[in-house]
């Protein structure tokens, strides 16, 4: 009798650092998965980070394009309306240099124009 409880208390001793090394195991794989998770995590941001970069440089880029665009349509589009005929350009010559005449004698007399 005696040997069969001194075989079963081997065998809970036996169990317990079973258990226990069971235990050490485990908190080893997790404390490494938990290192691998934070590695995979700071690379993927790393990652992402450099690619949103990217993204934002082309946007940038875009958007100054498209910018010179409209200014190069703006520019084309005043050109077309403002073009002057040789009697319209000869007539605002005319008009601004009346203009200025009147001014220089309203100026010489010192009254307001």
């Known amino acids: 009798m005696?040997?069969?409880?001194?075989?079963?208390?081997?065998?809970?001793?036996?169990?317990?650092?079973i258990l226990k090394a069971?235990?050490?195991?485990?908190?080893?794989?997790?404390?490494?998965?938990?290192?691998q998770a934070r590695n995979i995590v700071e690379r993927v941001r790393g990652e992402t980070g450099a690619?949103?970069?990217l993204i934002l440089a082309q946007a940038e880029a875009d958007a100054v394009r498209l910018k010179k665009e409209q200014l190069e349509l703006a520019a084309r589009d005043l050109q077309a309306r403002i073009r002057l005929d040789d009697d319209a350009r000869r007539n605002a010559v005319s008009a601004t240099l009346q203009f200025v005449r009147g001014r220089q004698r309203h100026d010489a007399a010192g009254s307001p124009p």
């Open 2 to 17: 005696r040997s069969a409880i001194q075989k079963v208390v081997e065998a809970e001793e036996e169990a317990k650092l």
């Open 51 to 53: 690619e949103a970069e």
């Open 22 to 35: 069971a235990r050490d195991e485990a908190e080893g794989l997790l404390s490494a998965a938990r290192k």
